[in-house]
């Protein structure tokens, strides 16, 4: 029997496409920092001088060029960010790619709750540890939180096999965006706001770190 490939349209598939196409995009937005670097300026550094005219110290067309590409590369990187959070939902959340119509009698069951339900609200990680001034801090996150909701994933959407690699990913794509996280701290529901950012001056783009958890 022969090795059978994916299907180069499956969400994962689409999912490394964008997520190399993303990679590129950044290494391109590098490329074009650094020409700004090398003059000394960054997006608003003025171009001309107290009296109007163009800075004989700088290469005008090279970072005018530079500026416009980086602008350009931003707005793609948002675009292809957005996409990447889309697939990651096919992924790990398959109720959200398939629109089902009710009829009368499956409305009647859906307004009971369900085992599946009753399953999503359940914690699915533990937090270990809290890096102060870090985006998590920031959040309100704390030491012992159980986190029942990250972003769309639920405790459904992860498997023993991939451990919290869902999160790790959905992370990975979110960078300077706002993620809903729902915690349970000491039998209360907390709904709290994170923004993954690098630069933070820790480790992550959160400054936390989080483990499995299983309830059961």
Known sequence: MGLMLPSPDSPRERARTLIAHK??????????????????CDMTTPLVDREGFPRADLDIYAIRRARTRIIELRNDLRDVTNDIGKVLEEIYDPSVATSVSLTSASAEVASQPSSSEDEKLKPFARVDGVAPESPAAE???????LIVKFGHLTRSSFTAAALLQPLAELVSVSENRELAVQVLREGETLDLKFVPRKGWGGRGMLGCHIVPYNST
């Open 23 to 40: 990679d590129a995009i950044e290494t391109e937005i590098g490329a074009q920092a650094d020409i700004l670097k090398a003059n000394s």
């Open 139 to 145: 959040s309100g996150l704390r030491r012992e939180d």
